[in-house]
């Protein structure tokens, strides 16, 4: 049976590091969101809340 090069378990383990660290990347965001949408949903009951939704999404995408 032929050996693996310390090369190739070096790239699985970092593989493996990289996925988990953008799963919780992910995660990250997801929960991030999920605070600031409930935050927003608090603030601006009803109907108020798409509204305020639209401007917080507009506001972010343009970098403030």
Not at 1 to 21: F, N, S
Request: aromatic share 4%; proline share 3%.
């Amino acid at each position: 049976m032929r050996r693996r090069p310390i090369v190739d378990h070096v790239k699985t383990a970092g593989q493996v590091v990289a996925v988990v660290l953008l799963v919780a990347y992910v995660v990250l965001l997801l929960h991030k969101g999920s605070v600031d949408i409930s935050s927003l949903a608090k603030a601006h009951p009803g109907d108020e809340f798409w509204l305020a939704l639209g401007r917080h999404v507009l506001r972010i995408l343009g970098g403030g």
